[in-house]
């Protein structure tokens, strides 16, 4: 069996889930609008790989508390259908296709209960996520062990693989498919690192040590 890995944000989607979901949420006027410069400053200190992991999703997650979760449950329905169906990119359900006889997961820093149902959308079983932490049907701000992000991956990767009696050595094969900095991490574990219209740096990266390259925004493969 081979194994084949897939980032969420900005890989798959044609967008950052978390961004898009602070945004909604100003939307909704369940946050102040006055929140949306600091949404746009904490992505763009994420995709150059200078925010702190703790930082970074405890940013996001600061505003699940003081909301119940029938009402974030009702928020997320309409959040899936109208910011981020239109934003799974089709040649993503083509590219997750050409791994159907391999295990296949979905391994992304944001938060499970924001990123479940889009993994659910691409018809992927398997998540490995940033697990946020709840107490008493309500969420807490906080996480449960370390963010999945940069090395955390790995950690969630080699626990989620444990699980199963795996390790990631016992794949003959096995790919991650990135578009961050962040993820380089990974992406040197994997005996195929992609990387998928990559940010600046890891494209860089990518071409120095003969990485893979792809975009899923046009018919570009190299």
Known sequence: MRLALFDLDKTLLSCDSDVEWHDFLIEKGAVAGTEKQANADMDTRYRSGEVGVLEYVRFYLRHYPPYDMATLLGWRATFLDKRIKPRILPAARTLLASHKKDLVAIITATNRFLAEPITAAFGVEHLI?????????????????????????????????????????????????????????????VTHPVAVDADARLKEIARSRGWRTLTLRSTGVR
Request: aromatic share 10%; hydrophobic share 35%; net charge negative.
């Open 129 to 189: 996520a940033t697990e946020p932490e709840i107490a008493n049907d309500r969420f807490t701000g906080d996480i449960v062990g370390a963010p999945c992000m940069r090395e955390g991956k790995i950690e969630h990767l080699d626990r989620w693989l444990d699980r199963r009696g795996k390790a990631l050595e016992d794949f003959p094969e096995s790919w991650f498919y990135s578009d961050s900095i962040n993820d380089l991490p990974l992406l040197e574990r």
